[in-house]
């Protein structure tokens, strides 16, 4: 006979191929689309600035003219808001401003000193602060976007009081010194704690809870059906099949989900103890497991009810972009959400990634505080925890009332002969291969 061979059946061959290609080409426009251009992207990092109350009784009024200059020059890429010292500090512990400009109290007097008939001159130096838990991009983009900012408020104060007395023209030495009035400095508001990988470690802390929720589902969910006879499981060469056992889908779904919770804490043990071996520390280890291993159960319930809409093969799909693609560049937790295009801030919202890498973030570089983002990534996990638990347990549940939707094994020509000859294989000729 001329059965075609099912390996070059085109339903064998034709839809894996499909995939990986439409794979191949949304991974890059997901990952460099957010990432290969964000100071073009840049629009809206929160920026402090500080003006300290003026000193030495001094009508020049520099301090007003830049801080007026760097509002005006910020653009669309920042978002300037004036505040104080305490503002800056309650702004840096919450998390909420990429950095800050500080222009110091002498700053007046000081350009005073650099006008014609001082006695001495200083310098004065406008500090720029950096949020050190936002990591090392978020602070370079902060530093590059603002530093032509401020040297152009330089520029346009020292045209400015040169330009202020026009009855003689100053010494070349004022000229000299106006042309760059004031210099610029940066460094972080608090520096990070030792071992913190320039604020990414963070990112990779949650990066791992994520995955070990995502990739723990795709290895319970295999295990578990091997182990209930639904597919064979394979070691190498050794394959094994076991008894098949009837269970509904629903229940099925409950123990691999109960398999999963187990073992999440034991999980988020061993996660902190290798990051405690490599120096990592935290403001409250406690919390810091309870939330890893909430963010573990929380994540894999997810992937385990798209699983069981899905199937593993579409499942796998949407998981990987979902909980990993889309989620990676919009968590801010390498490239700042300002600093990617719009897509990404609005799927933010709805990627638990983001608010995963927030309460991480708090609990590793902002003393567990609470308004630093650890509150909203509990009610998040929460959320997100609950409505997988609750799509998983209402999808199978739908499924098993559809006779069709059945995952018992059904004979294609029951109780009769196939066209290759032999007996169509029954459940009690399904035995462990050994």
Request: hydrophobic letters at 50%; proline letters at 7%.
């Amino acid at each position: 006979m001329n059965a075609r061979r099912p390996l070059a059946a085109r339903g064998t061959w034709l839809a894996p191929i499909l995939l990986i290609v439409c794979l191949a080409a949304v991974l890059p426009a997901v990952y460099l689309a957010g990432t290969v251009d964000p100071r073009g992207h840049l629009r809206n990092l929160p920026v402090g600035l500080v003006i300290e109350p003026q000193t030495g009784m001094t009508q020049v009024g520099a301090a007003e003219s830049v801080a007026t200059g760097i509002e005006d020059g910020a653009g669309v890429a920042l978002a300037v808001t004036r505040m104080s010292h305490d503002d800056l500090a309650t702004a840096i512990r919450e998390d909420r401003v990429a950095g800050a400009v500080v222009i110091p109290a002498d700053f007046d007097h000081s350009i005073a000193s650099l006008l014609p008939g001082a006695v001495s001159t200083t310098v004065p130096t406008v500090t720029i602060l950096t949020n050190a838990g936002d990591g090392g991009l978020s602070n370079g983009l902060l530093v590059a976007t603002l530093t032509p900012v401020l040297h152009r408020a330089a520029d346009a104060l020292g045209d400015q009081l040169l330009d202020s007395d026009t009855a003689t023209a100053p010494p070349a030495a004022n000229v000299a010194l106006l042309s760059q009035p004031f210099d610029i400095v940066s460094r972080p508001y608090e520096p990070l704690p030792d071992h913190a990988g320039m604020g990414t470690s963070a990112f990779y802390y949650s990066l791992i809870l994520v995955l070990l929720g995502f990739i723990g589902a795709s290895l319970v969910g295999p295990l578990v059906d091997s182990a209930l006879g639904f597919i064979p499981s394979e070691i190498g060469p050794l394959v094994a099949r076991r008894p098949y056992t009837a269970i509904s889908r629903r229940s099925t779904f409950l123990g691999k989900t109960a398999i999963l919770v187990t073992a999440a804490p034991l999980a988020a043990a061993a996660v902190q103890l290798v990051a405690a071996l490599l120096g990592v520390t935290a403001a409250d280890w406690i919390t810091l497991w309870l939330y890893s291993t909430a963010v573990i159960a929380a994540i894999g319930t997810s992937a385990l009810a798209v699983f069981a809409a899905l199937g593993p093969g579409f499942g796998a799909l949407v998981n990987t972009l979902f909980f990993v693609a889309l989620a990676m560049v919009s968590s801010g937790g390498t490239v700042p959400l300002e600093a990617t295009p719009a897509f990404f801030g609005w799927f933010s919202e709805i990627s638990p990634f983001r608010h995963i890498i927030d309460g991480t973030r708090s609990l590793l570089y902002f003393d567990g505080d609470a308004t630093a983002g650890l509150r909203s990534a509990w009610i998040s996990v929460a959320l997100g925890g609950a409505l997988g638990f609750l799509l998983g347990l209402g999808v199978t549940t739908a499924y098993g009332r559809v006779h069709a939707f059945s995952r018992h094994p059904r004979d294609p020509v029951p109780d009769r002969i196939t066209a290759t000859g032999h007996r169509p294989l029954d459940h009690s000729d399904i035995k462990e291969n050994r």
